[in-house]
């Protein structure tokens, strides 16, 4: 996990650093995608795995510095307002996107509480993963 996690790094500021280098040559709109394409292609691979690590609060510093950069916000500002505006999901959102988004493809994979153990509760959907060997 350990050695994921310096590569990821290694590979967020690279990516800062193109967003950093094309800053002043480029649009919004282009670092905007410099951005999907460098920090979140590598952030959606494997987030579903590493996603909880103890690590995961330097991934979102280096998403939250290269978000300031490409709006030319101070250090201090809040990135909430960046994300919305620039619409790009920050860390925490993508990791819940990309588990929500395993749980639907691979429905077959879990069942609902309420089948398990006979009663339903008022909760909607609460789904337990089946054991596999």
Do not use: W
Request: hydrophobic share 40%; aromatic share 14%.
């Amino acid at each position: 996990m350990e050695t994921t996690f310096r590569r990821q790094n290694t590979k967020f500021n690279k990516a800062c650093f193109v967003v950093i280098s094309v800053k002043h040559f480029m649009s919004l709109e282009v670092m905007r995608l410099i951005d999907f394409s460098y920090f979140h292609s590598v952030l959606s691979y494997g987030i579903i795995f590493c996603g909880n690590s103890v690590h995961r609060k330097y991934i979102f510093k280096i998403q939250k510095r290269t978000i300031r950069i490409i709006t030319n916000a101070g250090l201090r500002d809040s990135c909430r307002d960046l994300f919305r505006k620039l619409q790009i999901l920050h860390f925490f959102s993508q990791c819940m996107y990309c588990l929500l988004r395993f749980v639907v493809k691979n429905r077959d994979l879990f069942k609902l509480n309420s089948d398990i153990h006979g009663f339903s509760k008022n909760m909607i959907m609460i789904f337990t993963c089946l054991q596999q060997n």
